[in-house]
């Protein structure tokens, strides 16, 4: 009963005067609060002018988002979503528990936008071993996942108007985050080898940034061959522009010697490295980190500390734990043998329901393959991904990662959320709809 005054009165709804007894408040606290609606009924639709160019931009990018529609189908070949399964939650648990137990300013205030120190070092010593990257713990910046750090290369290095060269076929969050900043796009074409580093040279004379994912080129899978990496450096040189690293699956890499990253053989600072944990642990972790060269780290700091202030500290501090520990690189073993497993399922699932009608891009390596269907049109793909998705198929195509036509009827199938037996039952469930459609 005494502790329901305290509370009371501390919330300001009592008022107490030493002598004469407590009284409920003369001025109660939510007096004065206006009666909320759930939305003004005059609430006007915004103006085309009542945004920013940015925030058009912006809008028609996320109306192209996929991944938020109601119900998942009930075998989903969405790319870019990891077995959430694999992952050790009750470990991560702990060691978030951990984290929060140690109830000091250093977790609780404000912090640096760099990162926490013991995370910046932990995730130095992971890619200097890991992929060869050439850096000290202060070149790192700690991140909310790629997006963001695409999203800070945007702002830091570019102007309205400025030049980024992109891969045809890319990743959309790279196009996303370069063109809503104003940057005119450049598309420089892939082939088996990446970017096509001798088209890029004819047909480009100025540019700031070049965007790849040489590793393990998203959404083709082609990974760029050492000479054709040091040509593109040299490019750069040339141009004055800095190469933009991505490498967002390459801990998923499933025959042979791991490649280097383009950034281990920069010698003249001009690669910015990009690396997230979405593959590796789980997207919603919204956790990544850039290495910089030298020259960009107050800059590029500056920008985070406008844009967030910094990543959020009791997950950097788990994170850390869970690096220098040997928990990440102990997961990613684990989950590298699973998703071999899974990838061969799905290309012994294809050849089996499909024999040679497709046509695979396979680079042993990712969480996602390209696959091409000769006897359908680039505008037969939706009429395959609409017959996949009624007998319960999630497949997507690949023509928003192109500028202009991509030339024929291609999916990126993801398959790391799925096991071997319901690969196989949506692929033959594929083939039922593919069936459909060309038999009309
Ligand atoms: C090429 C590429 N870069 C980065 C990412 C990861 O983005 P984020 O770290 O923002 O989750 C993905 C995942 O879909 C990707 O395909």
């Not at 648990?93 to 205030?109: E, Q």
């Not at 040299?234 to 950034?263: C, H, K, M, T």
């Not at 006897?375 to 023509?399: F, H, I, M, N, R």
């Amino acid at each position: 009963m005494l502790l329901a005054y305290d509370q009371l009165l501390a919330e300001g709804y009592l008022d107490s005067a030493v002598g004469s007894g407590t009284f409920v408040a003369a001025n109660l606290p939510d007096d004065g609060l206006p009666k909320s609606r759930q939305r003004p009924s005059s609430d006007p639709a915004a103006s085309p002018h009542a945004v920013s160019r940015a925030a058009v931009a912006a809008q028609a990018a996320f109306a192209q988002a996929v991944g938020f529609r109601g119900q998942a189908p009930t075998y989903d070949f969405q790319y870019g979503v990891p077995n959430v399964l694999d992952f050790p939650h009750e470990l991560w648990r702990r060691l978030l528990i951990s984290a929060a137990r140690r109830r000091s300013a250093k977790i609780l205030a404000y912090a640096h936008p760099s990162g926490v120190p013991e995370l910046r070092e932990a995730v130095a010593r992971y890619v200097r071993q890991a992929r060869a990257v050439a850096c000290s713990a202060e070149n790192i910046l700690i991140v909310n996942g790629s997006q963001q750090a695409l999203d800070l290369v945007a702002r830091t290095l570019c102007d309205p108007g400025d030049r980024v060269v992109i891969e045809n076929p890319h990743y959309s969050g790279a196009r996303n985050a370069f063109s809503v900043a104003g940057a005119s796009l450049v598309p420089v074409p892939v082939d088996r080898g990446g970017l096509s580093v001798e088209t890029g040279e004819q047909i480009v004379s100025d540019a700031k940034l070049i965007y790849v994912t040489p590793s393990h080129q998203f959404p083709t899978g082609a990974i760029m061959p050492l000479a054709r990496r040091i040509a593109l450096l040299n490019w750069a040189e040339a141009l004055g522009a800095y190469v933009v690293e991505d490498d967002y699956d390459s801990e998923f890499r499933y025959l042979g010697r791991p490649i280097e990253a383009v950034q281990a053989l920069d010698t003249k600072g001009r690669v910015i490295y990009v690396g997230t944990l979405s593959k590796t642990m789980f997207p919603s972790f919204r956790m990544g980190y850039m290495v910089l060269p030298t020259a960009l780290v107050e800059a590029f700091c500056a920008m985070k500390y406008v844009n967030d202030r910094h990543s959020a500290i009791l997950q950097q501090q788990a994170l850390a734990m869970f690096l220098s520990e040997g928990h990440f690189e102990r997961h990613v073993r684990r989950s590298r043998v699973r998703n071999a497993a899974r990838r061969e399922a799905l290309i012994a699932s294809l050849r089996r329901h499909f024999g040679d009608r497709v046509q695979i891009a396979d680079e042993n390596s990712g969480l996602h393959l390209l696959v091409w269907f000769p006897d359908l049109t680039a505008q037969e793909t939706p009429a395959l991904a609409q017959a996949a998705e009624k007998l319960g198929v999630g497949v997507y195509s690949v023509a928003p990662y192109f500028i202009g036509d991509p030339g024929g009827c291609g999916l990126v199938l993801g398959y790391a959320a799925l096991e071997p037996p319901g690969i196989d039952a949506g692929i033959a469930l594929l083939r039922r709809g593919w069936d459909r459609v060309t038999t009309q």
